[in-house]
């Protein structure tokens, strides 16, 4: 019961989290600029696509069971974050945003270093995560 209700927390501050970044992203994004770049992009690929990774990785805190160690469990989620993270802003940029025939290889730098700060939070969030389950007595010493 105890390892249950740490794992729907976590499921919930994780989603919360994600919730937030999503409607922070869509307000700024929404927000008219007189800047000549297209901030339009820059603030959907450093907020709303983070926002819905990080609802989608909430899912992963409930399914803590299906990894064996601590430690698997820690590099397998950000593993699977940073790939579909990664495979996520590209999609955005090149297919959505700019279309395929207008190629922006340049766009790529961003979408590592969004991904890669993100890619931090994960990490900052699953150790916090499995140091409240040692805590709690659940998992190894």
């Known amino acids: 019961m105890k390892e249950r209700t740490i794992n729907i927390v976590f499921a919930i501050l994780s989603a919360a989290c994600g919730v937030a970044l999503l409607l922070y992203g869509i307000k700024e994004a929404g927000v008219d600029t007189d800047v ?5 992009v820059i603030d959907t690929m450093a907020l709303i696509i983070p926002g819905i990774l990080l609802i989608a990785d909430s899912a992963m805190y409930l399914l803590r069971s299906r990894f064996r160690t601590d430690l698997r469990f820690l590099f397998g989620n950000l ?3 940073a790939l579909v993270g990664f495979i996520a802003e590209i999609v955005y940029f090149q297919f959505i945003h700019y279309g395929i025939h207008k190629p922006q290889l340049m766009m790529v730098v961003p979408a590592i270093l969004i991904i890669l700060v993100f890619c931090i939070f994960i990490l900052v969030l699953g150790g916090l995560f499995l140091c409240v389950r040692r805590a709690a007595g659940i998992g190894k010493k």
């Open 36 to 40: 000549a770049v297209d901030e339009n």
């Open 79 to 81: 593993g699977i974050v």
